[in-house]
Nanobody
Framework: VQLQASGGGLVQAGDSLRLSCGAS????????MGWFRQAPGKEREFVTG???????VEADSVSGRFTISRDNAKNTVYLQMNSLKPEDTAVYYC?????????????????WGQGTQVTVSS
């Protein structure tokens, strides 16, 4: 599975942004998908994920602001980010996992996209 993330950019605090992650191959529907982010000088952290069946998990820091969704017909997972804050600034990565449930740790993901930069100015 090859993943391609897109949609990042420079926005102001309070704005919204939608990231997309397109996947190659016909097995996209068999993977749980996750979004991680990494800010400068910090470790990569779990943001949110969606299982094969559509169940979602999100980090407390984005709960109520970020929403993950998937369109299996388009082999794409989305991350809708609302009420963005400067602390959301990071490189955002999408990842695919063969786990049944959504993993919240990076080492349980099998495939990674290249990352897309999100910068939120105050």
């Amino acid at each position: 599975v090859q993943l391609q993330a897109s949609g990042g950019g420079l926005v102001q605090a309070g704005d919204s942004l939608r990231l997309s992650c397109g996947a190659s191959g016909r097995t996209f529907a068999l993977y749980a998908m996750g979004w991680f982010r990494q800010a400068p000088g910090k470790e990569r952290e779990f943001v949110t994920g969606i299982s094969k069946s559509g169940g979602t998990v999100e980090a407390d820091s984005v709960s109520g602001r970020f929403t993950i969704s998937r369109d299996n017909a388009k082999n794409t997972v989305y991350l809708q980010m609302n009420s963005l804050k400067p602390e959301d600034t990071a490189v955002y990565y999408c990842a695919a996992s063969s786990e049944l449930q959504v993993p919240t740790v990076s080492w349980l993901y099998d495939y990674w996209g290249q990352g897309t930069q999100v910068t939120v100015s105050s």
